[in-house]
């Protein structure tokens, strides 16, 4: 048996993969599903309508998985600059551990599978909007307004607060302005959270050539903007209670968050010009992810207090 | 008829290879198992609904 060079294959165009299945894992992007599957959990046990646990998990799953193929198609789409990004670089295929052409094929075959399974098995509303969510954050996001624009992440954001909003739609079939509320409080958290990485991270984005805020508008107007989205932020994490959607105890927790979402963007604000460490950007965007975290917690456990406290009666 | 070139240049993966397309199988093979689960599963779920709906509406001769 002769045996073929593994150089000749690689120069005829073949390529024996060493991925492993945790490679293929990486490109689902577990952190920011774990978020997904979070943030669309909180929307289907809010929802007000009774939904079998089996169909439950089935649609969770479906939505994580919609969630990690559109994480494929974009690190297959942003290999190149990925590669130059101290950030991403050690991503599944700026390291050379999966081809792109595998991860675009992961991506797809993913985008189908979570998109039919959530048709078929819970409700087509909710899967038209996990496909458009993909859509969004694969094409419009990742390949048009990521390069283009620094109001990239204000619109992208979307895609990333559908999460919710599909959680709601599997349960009930529709979509509320309850669920809307939902949405919209991780649609304006978005741009604060990721212009402050991006003001310590703005060398990073700058060698990639990705028109972030801080690299477009200056560090200046970044931060006033942060400040301003973190007022705005503030008030529509109270609404749900001011709705008449929650108890009080939900806006008490929601406004002692925004308070200190206020408070840490504040202080991004009073920062110095040449502040080089920028702690309090990297302090705004570590509470960031509790602030998030937090507050649909808090909103899981109001609706589910309250519900079981109006079946006991009281 | 086939002929089978006896020459043929066959490939030998590395033990890195082998151990990685192994790795590759289970997952699917998990993955797939998983999906002809939840599809059952789901199924069951969805008729057992549906019958209690009809034999509750009396369509059955229930109720």
Known sequence: MALADDRLMEDAGFRISEATAGDFFALLKPRVMSLV???????????????????????????????????????WYDA??????????????????????????????????????????????????????????????????????PQNIVIGGAAGAIPPVIGWAAATGSVSLESVILFLIIFLWTPPH??????????????????????????????????????????????????????????VVSAALGAGFVWYAWKVLAMADDDRAMKPAKALFGYSLLYLFAIFAAYLVDCVVGRALMMGGV | MIVVDKNLELVTLTERQQKARRNRSIAIGVALAALVVIFYAVTIVRFGHHGASITGSGLLGGG
Not at chain 1, 37 to 65: E, K, M
Not at chain 1, 99 to 108: I, V
């Open chain 1, 37 to 75: 599957v979070f943030t669309a959990f909180v929307g289907l046990v809010a929802a007000p309508v009774a939904i079998n646990p089996l169909i439950a998990i089935v649609a969770i799953l479906a939505i994580a998985i919609g969630a990690g193929a559109s994480g494929a198609l974009n690190m």
């Open chain 1, 80 to 149: 190149d600059i990925d590669a130059v990004m101290t950030r991403t670089a050690s991503r599944p295929v700026p390291a050379g551990r999966v081809t792109p052409g595998e991860a675009l094929s992961f991506g797809l075959v993913l985008s189908v599978l979570s998109v039919m399974t959530l048709g078929v098995l819970v409700n087509w509303l909710s899967a038209s909007l996990l496909a458009f969510t993909i859509f969004f954050y694969a094409v419009i996001y990742t390949m048009w307004l990521k390069r283009w624009t």
């Open chain 1, 194 to 251: 990721f212009w402050a990485l991006a003001l310590f991270k703005s060398d990073d984005y700058a060698r990639a050539g990705i028109p972030m805020m801080p690299n477009v508008a200056g560090q200046a107007s970044t931060r006033r903007q942060i400040f301003a989205y973190a007022l705005i932020l503030a008030p529509v994490g109270v609404l749900p209670w001011a709705l008449g959607y929650t108890t009080a105890g939900y806006g």
